[in-house]
């Protein structure tokens, strides 16, 4: 009698089904075994303030999974062997405000007109691998239009292109005439923003919505008036209370953050009432919105470097006269200003906001801590590694050199509490277990 279709089927299946349960095991133990590296520096600077001499890490995989003194760490057999002698390691470094779409000379005023969202997916290319080799292995994006920060974001996750870990923001939330949107031009020109334009706490819900829809990690918004914009003050509110505590609740609710945009002012003030978990430039910060900041646990990312090298070098690289005179008109009282605002006890985060040719220059802005905040190096370091971890939700996982923490690390030939100024000048720079940058 020939067999039924049914029990030939049910043969075959049970059979294949046999054949797979017993390859998977051989399958799995022919997988190579995770690469280990011992990497043994004079110090190790954890991130948390403290040091280890004679230090030795062990990384497998992608994971810290010993640091110590050498003395008292043990090496795996068949372990990759560094021996630094002369170097300090580091946790990777955190820019908590980037702009990684732009780049020099991108036509200015004109760029609106000639440039497409695949503009900024080059620039972004090119800058992030600056940025990783400078040792900033985490970023956090402040606004990028047509989401193009998201796409570079997976991009770099999925391993096509090299670059640090991206948190992106989408395009900024900005009013219509501020700061986020472009003015000077005939109202008979239908001109694009630099981020998207919404008027109203029901638009700024929808567009929070939005954003993270199509991929954000937090929410820029805009809520003063800038140094790189048209005919607005820099301390000029730009969203009043209801917008901003919308923007605050939604993101809240969808599990985001939200980051602002403010210099001065009452628009400083109220988004640090709304709830935003960071203040951005913070150039003109006053007594009152210390107290404000300090009671609600806001952070104050600075972007030192970018402001100063607008007024001392801003005429040479084409930026406007008019940013120049606005950044010029605050330069003294916002050192000053910022320097308070640090002494009082403000958490701080490292940013840049970098733009142009600070894309892989963003090491200096420790030394701007050290000289303007008056912070010691040690604190300049933590403030750009675990203070940033932190503000970004993933000091569990980044931020310091700790066993079990991501292998995200950075190597410098010398002693940056001696002279910080190396951190500007990386030698080893290695992200996930993976060395990326090395002499």
Same mark, same amino acid.
């Given at each position: ?200 706490? %029901?638009? #700024? +819900? $929808?567009? =929070?919505?939005? /954003?993270?829809?199509?991929? *954000?990690?937090? @929410? ?92 001392? %070098?801003? #005429? +040479? $690289?084409? =930026?406007?006269? /008019?940013?120049?005179?606005? *950044?010029?008109? @605050? ?94 000048? #990386? ?13």
């Amino acid at each position: 009698m020939r067999p039924s279709l049914r029990i030939l089927t049910s043969a075959v299946s049970a059979s294949f089904a046999l054949s797979f349960a017993t390859a998977t095991p051989a399958s799995a133990q022919a997988a190579p075994a995770p690469r280990v590296t011992a990497i043994h520096v004079d110090r190790v600077i954890v991130g948390d303030g403290t040091q280890i001499a004679d230090a030795m890490v062990i990384v497998r995989g992608e994971r810290i999974i010993d640091v110590g003194p050498a003395s008292t760490v043990r090496v795996p057999a068949g372990a990759t062997r560094l021996e630094l002698a002369g170097y300090t390691l580091l946790p990777g470094f955190i820019d908590a405000h980037t702009h990684l779409t732009s780049i020099d000379n991108d036509g200015g005023d004109l760029a609106v007109l000639k440039e497409t969202p695949a503009h900024g997916a080059i620039y972004a290319t090119i800058n992030a691998k600056k940025t990783l080799d400078a040792g900033f292995t985490t970023v956090r994006e402040a606004g990028s239009t047509d989401y193009v920060d998201v796409v570079v974001r997976d991009a770099i996750t999925r391993g096509l292109i090299p670059g640090p870990r991206i948190h992106a923001s989408g395009p900024a939330l900005g009013s219509t005439g501020g700061h986020a949107d472009v003015n000077g031009w005939s109202p008979f020109l239908d001109v694009p923003g630099t981020g998207v334009i919404v008027d109203g706490a %029901d638009a #700024v +819900r $929808k567009q =929070v919505r939005t /954003n993270v829809k199509y991929g *954000a990690d937090q @929410i820029k918004i805009v809520a003063t008036g800038g140094i790189l914009s048209v005919g607005d003050a820099v301390g000029a509110a730009q969203f009043g209370m209801d917008e901003l505590t919308a923007a605050v609740a939604e993101a809240t609710r969808l599990g985001r953050k939200v980051m602002a945009h403010a210099h001065a002012g009452d628009g400083l003030k109220a988004a640090v009432l709304a709830g935003v978990a960071s203040i951005e430039h913070g150039s003109l910060v006053d007594d009152e919105a210390i107290g404000f900041m300090k009671q609600k646990g806001t952070y104050l990312v600075p972007t030192l470097i970018i402001l100063e090298e607008i007024v001392t %070098d801003g #005429v +040479r $690289k084409g =930026v406007p006269a /008019n940013s120049i005179a606005k *950044a010029t008109a @605050i330069a003294v009282d916002r050192r000053a200003r910022l320097r308070a605002a640090y002494k009082a006890g403000v958490k701080f985060a490292l940013g840049t906001d970098a733009t142009s040719d600070i894309h892989g220059r963003n090491g200096e802005e420790f030394k701007y801590m050290v000289d303007i905040l008056g912070a010691t190096p040690m604190e300049a370091i933590t403030v750009g590694t675990m203070n940033g971890a932190t503000l970004l939700g993933v000091e569990q996982e980044l931020g310091s050199v700790a066993t079990g923490k991501l292998a995200d690390l950075v190597i410098v030939k010398g002693d940056p509490l001696r002279d910080i100024t190396l951190l500007a000048r #990386v030698s080893y720079v290695m992200k996930g277990g993976v060395m990326t940058k090395q002499p």
